[in-house]
């Protein structure tokens, strides 16, 4: 639709008249004389109006018709869409025609068309051209972009500041948390390290030490929190250990590895065993290093009886696993740190020597255990079989059997009655212990009758508590010899400390048959001290 055509549709909508609807077609010339209309009068001119007031003189039909066919598609592409923001200049000839239409029609005065041209003339001045839009953008989007830059700058070197302040307060805080504290002991092993709440009241009533915390085990213990650190702190390869290794021979040969604590770690452990350890109740089958219990002790129910069956467990300390031990602590009330620790002093992995790039390795070969040779083994290897002993006294019981255990030893014994059920009754126990994470030694597995001698743990047990005759008799001679021929010539075997030897002889004698065992004594006696 063009601007004239726009024209005069609002003025149809303002002013209903006849005369106000465009005709189609131009109308046909009228025969009567025209008569002119009578002009306006002229009006003063405002100073600086683009236009004076007789330019707006009313616009009769005709001329908007002979204006339509000089200027027709001028006017009708005068304002198209798009250009709403432009005030057309009045030096177009279009804007004079539609200037006077919009007065004929009464849709603006004068003085408001003048003001509007005012107003166009003025932005006209200060509108920006293309280009200088352009380089305004360009600016402004390089100013925004450095801005940007800078503001990113800024907060990256805050977070930066900010970043290196928490690694700086978090070191500080594990520096002082290292000072007093255990909060890591090494892959693996420190998963319950966080746990600081032990069992007072459980504690107390078995009289045991009352310990929540890594730092107060190292107090009770002497130590300070980096030394027990150092002591407790597991690993898989080191350069060196806690312990010194030796082999000792074994009865049914091969050798057999001990570990010896060194002198820091053994006063730990000795702490353990006589302040922890030892309070633990023990079960009623246990006879090992269990205090007024003995060899003796676990050898007497199985006296004069029918048939005796003995059996081994393999590997029994080693077998006794890190979390096993920890476990035993726990359930006695301790915290899981405190027990952590305590398991990691008593507890130690198998070792190999290697050497790497020239330099000397301890590489772990298995998971930790019990180690033999440290004084907290024993102690705890009751604690784990606890559940064992409880489950074999049961089947006992039920076969009507006796059943002791002295370290990783089994006994159980009866009457005739139980030649019968020798075969069920081992391969219960078989599976009772597989059950239990023990292993029966095969080759150690005894079934002993009255027809020959039936020993227990070294006591012989057929009429009475007693030692074998063999080894009455052999003492008897190398102390009768000894008189003579002095004692130093009777090392046949080339013991190393043969009267402190013969001397702990004479006293397992002396704990089976002291009546025996004294008179040996007195023979070992009157020999005399041995040179310096």
Not at 400 to 426: C, H, P, Q, V
Request: proline share 6%; hydrophobic share 40%.
């Amino acid at each position: 639709m063009s601007m004239f055509d726009w024209i005069f549709r609002r003025k149809r909508d303002v002013t209903p008249s006849a005369e106000s609807a465009p005709p189609s077609v131009p109308p046909p010339p009228d025969p009567r004389p025209q008569q002119q209309a009578p002009k306006a009068e002229p009006q003063a001119e405002a100073v600086g109006d683009p236009y004076s007031a007789s330019e707006f003189l009313p616009i009769s039909r005709q001329e908007i018709v002979d204006a339509a066919q000089k200027h027709g598609r001028l006017l009708a592409t005068a304002f198209q869409f798009g250009r709403q923001s432009i005030i057309p200049p009045v030096s177009d000839p279009r804007t004079e025609i539609i200037d006077r239409a919009l007065v004929t029609n009464g849709l603006l005065s004068p003085e408001e068309l003048n003001e509007i041209h005012r107003v166009g003339e003025e932005y006209e001045k200060v509108r920006p051209t293309e280009q200088g839009m352009a380089a305004a953008a360009g600016l402004a989007g390089n100013a925004a972009v450095k801005a940007y830059r800078e503001a990113k700058e800024r907060a990256k070197a805050r977070k930066k500041a900010e970043s290196a302040e928490r690694k700086k307060a978090r070191a500080e805080a594990v520096r002082r948390r290292r000072a007093t504290d255990v909060i890591f002991l090494g892959r693996g092993v420190s998963g319950r390290l966080h746990l600081r709440m032990s069992d007072e009241a459980k504690l107390t009533a078995l009289g045991l030490p009352v310990l929540h915390a890594p730092a107060d085990v190292a107090k009770a213990l002497g130590l300070t929190i980096k030394q027990l650190r150092w002591l407790s702190f597991h690993t898989e390869v080191a350069t060196r250990t806690h312990y010194v290794k030796f082999q000792v021979p074994k009865k049914s040969g091969g050798v057999r590895t001990l570990a010896a604590p060194h002198k820091k770690l053994k006063a730990a452990q000795h702490w353990i065993l006589g302040n922890v350890i030892n309070k633990f109740p023990v079960t009623e089958a246990a006879h090992g290093f269990v205090a007024g219990r003995g060899i003796v002790t676990n050898a007497n129910p199985h006296v004069n009886k029918a048939v005796v069956v003995n059996l081994d467990l393999s590997d029994f300390f080693p077998s006794i696993a890190f979390f096993r031990v920890r476990a035993v602590y726990e359930r006695y009330g301790y915290s899981g740190s405190v027990a952590t620790v305590l398991a990691l002093l008593c507890t130690e992995c198998p070792r190999t020597a290697v050497t790497y790039a020239g330099t000397k390795y301890e590489a772990a070969t298995g998971p930790r255990g019990l180690p033999q040779g440290a004084p907290t083994s024993p102690g705890l290897s009751n604690q784990v079989a606890r559940k064992l002993d409880k489950r074999l006294l049961g089947v006992a019981a039920k076969l009507g059997l006796t059943y002791t255990r002295y370290a990783d030893d089994l006994t159980f014994s009866g009457g005739a009655e139980l030649a019968g059920k020798i075969g069920w009754l081992l391969a219960k126990v078989r599976n009772i212990c597989r059950e239990e994470g023990f292993a029966v030694n095969e080759k150690k597995t005894r079934v002993m009758r009255r027809s020959a001698a039936q020993v227990v743990t070294g006591v012989v047990v057929n009429d009475k508590p007693s030692v074998s005759r063999d080894e009455i008799r052999r003492l008897r001679a190398i102390l009768h010899r000894a008189k003579s021929e002095g004692l130093d010539a009777q090392n046949r075997e080339g013991r190393e400390n043969f009267r402190e030897w013969l001397a702990g002889k004479i006293a397992f004698v002396n704990m089976v048959r002291p009546d025996v065992g004294a008179k040996l004594k007195t023979a070992l006696d009157s020999l005399g001290e041995r040179p310096a």
